[in-house]
Every structure is written in structure tokens, then in C-alpha cells.
């Protein structure tokens, strides 16, 4: 399949370490953010999202922290994984409005 | 697989010519989006249907683009007189708005390359 994110920023991360992926987010008004994960040829797939009225929640090994002072995403994934591996992205939408601004994304590699 | 589909996966054209893409969303999703990925680059939104009706449309699709949903089910993009930069891979997602979540979730995409 084709490649995702040729020039994204690069996270190379220990199998088995924590990862955390940042994102700044561009909207004061936005309310609402997720985290995308995309594997090469396959559309972006949902991990986790939150609302501006929290700042962190927790899925299954991952856990969202939101900073609407700085307006900074973060995305931590624990004991991480081979299958791991692949491009994030964060975007933000807000009320009234459906549309998803996506950020430029961040390509996570997991070493053995 | 989320359970969106498109088709065709991938779209070798020669410039000037039409395409055509569809979108097969989640059966009872209500909203239906398109966006367009290049590479390197997130997810750039182009327009978006509630039910049958196009609500929201991007700068980015000029006059040679057209999107349909005609009966509030599959979706078609069209875009006309073909360029080299409408290179991309074409993304569908859908969603189902309940108690103001809007999670979208995504196919596989099309890509299409302008020769």
C-alpha cells in the first residue's frame, strides 16, 4: 500500500515503553478533539476522543490529556506495541459545526 | 473495517478526463463527509451531507467538483476536467449524531492519481 506521512515527524519508541504524542490544536473554540490512527493505505481509524469540558480521559492503554490554556492534545499509549506503528493525528471540530480540522500528524515507529 | 466503504480503491486517470468515486456509509449513519489526504498531510475536509442534503461545502472544492447523496444513503464525488494536482486519496466518513457526539468514522479511501 502506499505511504502515509513521508515527511511527518518521526517518534521511535522502545517496544513495550509508553509513547506520548503531542498535538497543538489551532481553534480556541473548538470542543471537541480526537485521535486518529492510520496505517498505510487504510483511512484514519477512531482511539479516543474528549470534550473541552475534561482534561484527560482514559480508553484501553491510551489516555488523552487536553490543555485548553496552551490548547495542547496529548496522546499517551502504554506498553506500546508493534501494531502500534502508524501515523496519528488529532483533530478538533466544535459545536454547530461538523467538519474535522485535522493537524499534520505524527508517524509513531515501535522497535523490537 | 469500519463498515464504510468506497469505490474504486485506487483511480489511474490522464488529465482532463471525469471521475467518479462512491461512498457506501454505515447503514443508518445520518451525516456522510469527504475529505481529501495528500501526502504527508492530514485529512482535509471538503464537504459534508445530513440526510440528502449538502450543507457544508470547503474552498477547496472548486467548480470542477460535485458531491451527491441522492436518497440520504451512498454518496458520489465527481470531479470534472481532471488536473494533476487533484492527486490525492479521497476519503468517506460517516457518522451518527446522538446526544451531540459526532464520531466519524472512516473508509478505506480512494486513491487517485492524474497523469
Known amino acids: 500500500g502506499e505511504s502515509v506521512g513521508l515527511h511527518l515527524p518521526t517518534l521511535s519508541v522502545q517496544e513495550g515503553d509508553n509513547s506520548i504524542i503531542n498535538c497543538a490544536y489551532s481553534?480556541?473554540?473548538?470542543?471537541?478533539f480526537i485521535w486518529y490512527k492510520q496505517e498505510s493505505g487504510k483511512g484514519p481509524q477512531f482511539i479516543i476522543d474528549i470534550r473541552s469540558n475534561m482534561d484527560k480521559r482514559q480508553g484501553q492503554r491510551v489516555t488523552v490529556l487536553l490543555n485548553k490554556t496552551v490548547k495542547h492534545l496529548s496522546l499517551q499509549i502504554a506498553a506500546t506495541q508493534p501494531g502500534d506503528s502508524a501515523v496519528y493525528f488529532c483533530?478538533?471540530?466544535?459545536?454547530?459545526?461538523?467538519?474535522?480540522?485535522f493537524g499534520t500528524g505524527t508517524r509513531l515507529k515501535v522497535l523490537a | 473495517d469500519t463498515g464504510v466503504s468506497q469505490d474504486p480503491r485506487h483511480k489511474i486517470t490522464k488529465r482532463g478526463q471525469n471521475v467518479t468515486f462512491r461512498c457506501d456509509p454505515i447503514?443508518?449513519?445520518?451525516?456522510l463527509y469527504w475529505y481529501r489526504q495528500t501526502l504527508g498531510q492530514g485529512p482535509e475536509f471538503l464537504t459534508y451531507f445530513q440526510n440528502e442534503a449538502q450543507l457544508e461545502k470547503s474552498r477547496l472544492l472548486s467548480d470542477r467538483f460535485s458531491a451527491e447523496r441522492p436518497k440520504g444513503s451512498f454518496s458520489t464525488l465527481e470531479i470534472q476536467r481532471t488536473e494533476q494536482g487533484d492527486s490525492a486519496m479521497y476519503l468517506c466518513a460517516s457518522s451518527l449524531t446522538i446526544a451531540g457526539l459526532n464520531e466519524q468514522f472512516f473508509g478505506p479511501g480512494t486513491r487517485l492519481t492524474v497523469l
Open positions: 481553534n480556541s473554540a473548538s470542543d471537541y
Open positions: 483533530a478538533e471540530t466544535r459545536a454547530g459545526t461538523y467538519k474535522y480540522i
Open positions: 447503514s443508518e449513519h445520518n451525516r
